[in-house]
Every structure is written in C-alpha cells, then in structure tokens.
C-alpha cells in the first residue's frame, strides 16, 4: 500500500528553523517525484515546489523560491521542507504528494503536517 | 505564470442535482488538468486527471471535459458525501498552480 507519512505538528517562534519530512512508503521511492503544497488557514492550495528523489531534481514555485528549501534523502525514502527562519505568516498545514512524472497530477497524499508560527 | 480561475467560488444544490463546476486558464494547457476533492478536515483527493480521466476508484457521477483553457467538471447527482471543495489544477509546466477552490454545499 502506497503511504506518504508526515512529521507531526510543530508550534514555533518567529525567526526559528524549521525542517519537516514526508516518508514514502509501498512504492519506488526514487521513480516518483514528490511536490509541497500549503493550505493556510480557511485558505485553498497552494503549490509550492517538487523535487525528484532519485536525482534531486528540484523545481519551485515563484512564490516560495528563496523562502523554503526541497531536500530529499532517497536511503530512507524521505523529502524535507525546510524554513531558516520562520514567519508567523508560515502558520499553515502543509502536504507532501507523489506524482509519477515531472508534469503528472498527484496521486497520493500525505495527511499533512500543521505548522504554528506565533510569538 | 498562468493563472487559475473558477466559478462560482460556492454553490449550494439539492441531493441529486447536477452541478458544474468550471475552471480556466489563462493560456492553453492541452489536457493537463486535474480535479481535486477536499472534504471538510481532510486531505485532498484526486478526482480527474488529464482533463477526463476518472482516477480508481472515483463514482461515476463525477466527470471531467474540455481542453486549452475552459474545462468543467460535473457531478452528474449530488450526493450527501459529495459536500467539499473542488479544485483545479494546471500540470503542464512548473509552477503547478491550483484554481482558487469551489465550495459545494447541500
């Protein structure tokens, strides 16, 4: 069964660092690229970027190129979104995807990680 | 970029009525379009791929068609279960944008 499992929620300060992970899992990791995509609170979806585990491949949305950062570490089967320093306006659930290929839609869905940014 | 837009943002309809969803893009994207679900508290879910294409496992009630840059999709007889937000999503080229969101309710 193919499964993309989440870190779990994390409650931050402005400014601190953040790195959250998706772990794929019943499927080839390294054949399908993974993408980001924000849901702020009340607010719709967001594509922020995918990366392609097997060679890194990476590719971003204009909106978040230079405020986020796509890694992936193909031994354990996981993609990581990370921040530097974090906004309150970071405040959002974020999801990690699958597709097949660099222009497929996603086909499987991680549960999502609840990111909280507040002072 | 190319934009993403739908209509209406809401609708509220009758178990089983029809409904029409529709979404556009500022240029043509051939058929790469794909229809999402989120249900209230949950995780999206594919619903139609390449403009038409029904994902495993979704009720034929749900339909998908055009091309370039007007598409819709159609939910032949609503049902209970079907209350969500649809979205649309263009997969031609980076960024993958989504429309805006439609919000289905009975």
């Known amino acids: 069964e193919v499964q993309l499992g989440q870190s779990g929620a994390e409650v931050k300060k402005p400014g601190e660092s953040l790195k959250i992970s998706c772990k794929g899992s019943?499927?080839?990791?390294?054949?399908?690229?993974i993408g980001w995509v924000r849901q702020m609170p009340g607010k719709g979806l967001e594509w922020m970027g995918i990366?392609?585990?097997?060679?890194?491949?990476?590719r971003y949305s204009p909106s978040f190129q230079g405020q986020v950062t796509i890694s992936a570490d193909k031994s354990i089967s996981t993609a990581y979104l990370q921040w530097s320093s974090l906004k309150a306006s970071d405040t959002a659930m974020y999801y990690c995807?699958?597709?097949?290929?660099?222009?497929?839609?996603?086909?499987?869905w991680g549960q999502g990680t609840l990111v909280t940014v507040s002072s | 970029d190319i934009q993403m837009t739908q209509s209406p943002s809401s609708l509220s309809a009758s178990v089983g009525d029809r409904v029409t969803i529709t979404c556009r893009a500022s240029?043509?994207?051939?058929?790469?379009l794909a229809w999402y679900q989120q249900r209230p508290g949950e995780v999206p879910e594919l619903l139609i791929y390449?403009?038409?294409t029904l994902q495993s496992g979704v009720p034929s009630r749900f339909s998908g068609s055009g091309s370039g840059t007007d598409f819709t999709l159609t939910i032949s007889s609503l049902q209970p279960e079907d209350v969500a937000t649809y979205y649309c999503?263009?997969?031609?080229?980076?960024?993958?944008?989504f429309g805006p969101g439609t919000k289905v309710d009975i």
């Open positions: 995807a699958r597709q097949y290929v660099y222009n497929s839609p996603s086909d499987y």
């Open positions: 019943g499927y080839s990791f390294t054949s399908y690229w």
């Open positions: 990366i392609h585990p097997g060679d890194s491949d990476t």
């Open positions: 240029l043509g994207i051939g058929n790469y």
């Open positions: 390449a403009a038409s």
């Open positions: 999503q263009k997969y031609n080229s980076v960024p993958f944008t």
